[in-house]
């Protein structure tokens, strides 16, 4: 499909700087079969049938934007996709002038050696020590990688606010956004409802932060990014369909990870590889029911991801909706509750 199909106008001042406060008191949109209202995250438990099952993505976002020193040159590292204890695929920047074997040096005596570079810009780098000392390096002189549309410096508040309450797995480099809204209060509300909630694990990367540069669809290479998802949960997630119930994925980084782990039957299957699944209209959707995701932007695989789900006019529509009530958007934005559009008999896909 045309890039530019999924383009639109989005006024500067709609992209949050900051997250709602307190995080569920967020705007939710809600897309129904006979309409979408305006909602907030905290009616969120009111939406839900005691059958369904919620999945949401525990990864931890590391601080994974690094700034040193190559000789006089600065370089600044946005870690990608963790390889071995101690090597990591990065973007780079000045990427170009990076050399094999050259060493970037970084506060606190952390270093990196560049190993090798790949055609679709990425760079290998192994660090001087790896594992949890890594980990420990990486949060004394790391920065929150905050997408490049907020344009200010990450700070201590962002530790907080760009981290879900139920993180338990370090490995990101984003945020699964979706996922920011939900504060204990909202989670036990859930729990009240009887519906059942499980966590798959997708180490986002920074490949989600690439726009689409391409004039074709199918042209767009995806990163690949890990996930897994246990035995237990493929369990429940397949009894709840079976039992009639739905399967809601809390965030795109969740829809992702099930529809990689589900054969053509819609059963899920248990799941730990690396998955570069690129949805867009036309993608028959095999495991997800109901998405709660943010507002992404114009042109970006997640904006062809809910055209997909929901139909691309009736997104368009959407979208114009949200921006004309002042819904804000991005990481930090206001959240969508969309139900999908086979099951709304949407048709246009």
């Given amino acids: 499909m045309r890039t530019d199909l999924f383009d639109f106008h989005l006024p500067p001042d709609h992209i949050a700087e900051r997250p709602a406060q307190p995080r569920d008191s967020a705007k939710l ?4 079969a006979d309409g979408w209202f305006d909602r907030m995250v905290l009616d969120l438990p009111g939406l839900l049938r005691p059958s369904d099952v919620m999945v949401f993505n525990d990864t931890r976002v590391l601080p994974a934007r690094l700034f040193g020193r190559r000789g006089v040159v600065a370089v600044e590292l946005l870690l990608h996709r963790q390889v071995d204890s101690d090597i990591w695929d990065v973007f780079a920047k000045p990427g170009k002038r990076l050399k094999v074997g050259q060493t970037i040096d970084f506060d606190k005596g952390l270093m990196a050696e560049v190993v090798s570079k790949s055609d679709d810009g990425l760079v290998r780098v192994k660090f001087n020590v ?4 890594l980990l420990q390096a990486l949060h004394a002189v790391g920065h929150i990688p905050l997408p490049p549309y907020i344009r200010r410096p990450d700070d201590l508040q962002d530790r907080f606010d760009y981290q879900t309450v139920y993180a338990a797995k370090d490995g990101s480099v984003a945020a699964p956004t979706a996922g920011l809204h ?8 859930i729990d009240a409802t009887g519906v059942q909630r499980v966590n798959v694990t997708l180490h986002v990367g920074a490949g989600t932060f690439l726009p ?5 669809t199918d042209q767009h290479i995806m990163h690949a990014e890990l996930g897994e998802v246990s035995a237990d949960v493929a369990n429940a997630v397949t009894k709840a369909k079976s ?5 809601i994925a809390v965030g795109t980084t969740s829809l992702r990870l099930l529809e990689s782990a589900a054969p053509a039957d819609g059963h899920i299957a248990p799941f730990s590889a690396q998955t570069a699944i690129f949805i867009t ?8 029911d109901v998405l709660m995701t943010n507002f992404h932007l114009p042109k ?3 904006f062809m991801l809910v055209s997909a789900f929901c139909g691309l006019g009736r997104m368009t529509s959407v979208y114009t909706h949200a921006i004309k009530e002042g819904y804000r958007f991005y990481s930090y934005g206001d959240a969508s509750w969309l139900e999908r559009a086979d099951l709304q008999q949407a048709g246009d896909q």
């Avoid at 209209?281 to 997800?288: D, E, H, L, M, S």
């Fill in 212 to 216: 689409v540069k391409v004039d074709d």
């Fill in 182 to 189: 939900f504060t204990e209060r909202l989670l036990k509300a």
């Fill in 29 to 32: 949109l809600h897309v129904a």
């Fill in 243 to 247: 039992d009639g119930g739905r399967v």
């Fill in 130 to 133: 790896g594992g949890a000392a």
């Fill in 281 to 288: 209209p036309g993608y028959r959707f095999k495991a997800v």
């Fill in 300 to 302: 970006s695989t997640l």
